[in-house]
């Protein structure tokens, strides 16, 4: 749910191993000792530190600290300040008219383009994304505040609607929730937060904002991107360190609201802890997504798309269709295709601009991406390439991409999300087989129909128990909700619907005769 830019070319590059070697010689930040808390980097309270290590390399080049209890009540109480502080306008950061602060935040946006290279190459550092990947995100967050932004007319708008007897009509008025605990994943550390901060932002709440442990440094240049925006101090706040420091700040009395991207047994804890608490959440959680390929497809057509749709961010992406679900018929050249395809797309080096395929983002999920396929082989499944291990590097985070056949649905690469390069191709015989599939999963995020008709392809789409489905390719739209449906989630981010999660509804009845 990151941006709509079209991936780099499979097959551009031949998929050879290309050992890491490039890393930028000096980024803005490595280690650092301090926290963006009321407008300002503070020295952290707490002695703990978090290492930042490079995927593709192994090498510690980073470190930030530990937020402490007492940090994080810094910064909730910054954020409280902000809310309601009178040099932030009349009633603080809420008070503003919407289209103040949708002024704030097209300048937040021109200033986190000016930091586009900085911000890629850090998070390239961090979790190994490739930089045909990275390189898109400054942009794509700043489209993200610029959309939200853009809602500031439908914000001041008057809502006024009469009762049925004609006697009274109601003023429906929209108030920011409050402050906001938004906690982000190490997959898309900058976009999957934008998309919780610029509609935050725009609704009139303060935010704190807890980066994964493995990604806490390319956060930064949001930091700094606010600073220059001017935007008040407290308003966006920034604590890093690990678990601990995310219930903290879930649980901290002066959070009205969390927002979590990440996998599904995290949010069900932190469901757990708001539902607990009363306290209203949003989270975007795991997904088991399927590529339906209707018998008419045109594989060429599908290829293009393949790896953007199926396995992008090295198959590190909440929404992609890792379960393709092939029509008997046309099941071995499709096969044949997937093969090649994967075959040909380079991985390596991820500062490289051609590779495709980068190392996993941390050594635990590396192990967790080769178990899955020692699992897929040891039920029955046949690799057609790749396997549990890289060839051509001797450091580094690497799973060699893989694509199963002969899979079935009980297998539990089949069945559970995998967060790696890995694909696995099912075969069906009839279009109800392939529906029950596609929703024979406890998950329900994305997925993609590929077929020549278009409206065979919308049919299928309608009948897939999933929040996104995209025929022919997939593409998160900012105007439109991204949601996900039963263990992949709760509420929407994106559209109207992004903005209507940071706002609670106030209902005022008057006489009207």
């Known amino acids: 749910m990151t941006d709509e830019a079209a991936a780099p070319a499979a097959g551009a590059t031949a998929g050879t191993a290309a050992q890491p070697a ?17 407008g300002a980097w503070r020295a952290a309270s707490g002695t703990g530190r978090t290492t930042v290590t490079n995927p593709a390399t192994e090498a510690a080049w980073g470190s930030v600290p530990v937020a402490s209890t007492a940090d994080v009540d810094l910064a909730v109480s910054a954020a409280r300040r ?10 603080g950061w809420r008070g503003l008219a919407p289209t103040v602060r949708a002024g704030y935040l097209e300048r937040l946006a021109g200033e986190i383009e000016k930091r586009s290279v900085a911000i890629s190459h850090t998070n390239t550092a961090e979790n190994g994304s490739p930089v045909a990947e990275t390189g898109r995100a400054a942009s794509n967050a700043a489209a993200i505040f610029r959309y939200f932004a853009g809602l500031a007319g439908y914000l001041e708008a008057v809502d006024v609607r009469t009762f049925p007897d004609g006697s009274a009509e109601t003023v429906v008025r929209q108030d920011p929730v409050g402050v906001c605990a938004l906690i982000a994943p190490w997959n898309f550390p900058i ?4 998309a919780k901060l610029a ?24 930091a700094d991107a606010v600073a220059a925006a001017g935007i008040p101090a407290g308003v966006v706040n920034i604590v890093t360190g690990n678990s601990a420091v995310g219930d903290a700040l879930v ?41 339906l390929v209707l018998p008419d497809v045109d594989l060429s057509a599908m290829q293009q798309v393949l790896i953007r749709s199926c396995l992008r961010n090295t198959g590190q992406t909440c929404y992609i269709s890792t379960r393709i679900l092939a029509p008997a018929g046309r099941y071995d050249e499709l096969v044949d295709m997937v093969t090649a395809t994967v075959q040909a797309a380079r991985q390596g080096d991820p500062m490289d601009p051609d590779t495709v395929f980068g190392p996993a983002a941390t050594r635990a999920q590396r192990d967790t991406v080769r178990a899955y396929i020692r699992s897929g082989i040891a039920e029955g499944a046949s690799a057609t390439t790749g396997g ?3 060839s051509g590097f001797d450091r580094g985070y690497f799973v060699p991409p893989t694509v199963f056949t002969g899979v079935t649905p009980g297998m539990r690469i089949a069945r559970e999300e995998i967060f790696g390069p890995v694909l696995s ?35 299928a789409a309608t009948r897939m128990d999933t929040g996104s489905v995209g025929l022919g390719f997939f593409a998160s739209n900012h105007n439109a909700p991204f949601a996900g449906r039963h263990d992949s989630g709760l509420g929407a981010e994106f559209g109207r619907e992004g903005l209507h999660a940071y706002l609670k509804p106030q209902s005022v009845h008057r006489r009207i005769r």
Do not use: Q, W
Not at 191 to 194: D, Q, S
């Open 22 to 38: 490039s890393f930028p010689a000096t980024l803005p930040y490595g280690h650092v000792d301090d926290l963006f808390i009321d």
């Open 82 to 91: 902000a809310f309601a502080r009178a040099g932030a306008g009349a009633d």
């Open 191 to 194: 976009n999957l937060v934008v």
């Open 199 to 222: 509609p935050a932002l725009m609704a009139g709440c303060t935010v704190v904002i807890k980066p994964a442990s493995p990604t806490p440094l390319s956060i930064r240049f949001i």
């Open 251 to 291: 649980r901290h009395p002066g959070v009205d609201k969390v927002a979590f991207t990440g996998s599904t047994p995290v949010g069900r804890r932190i469901a757990g802890a708001c539902g607990e608490l009363l306290r209203p959440v949003t989270l975007e959680l795991g997904g088991k997504s399927s590529a």
């Open 388 to 390: 549990d291990v890289p």
């Open 425 to 459: 191709i099912l075969r069906y015989d009839t279009l109800d087989e392939a529906i029950g599939i596609a929703n024979n999963t406890a998950f329900g995020l994305g997925g993609t129909v590929f077929s020549a008709d278009a409206d065979a392809a919308f049919d």
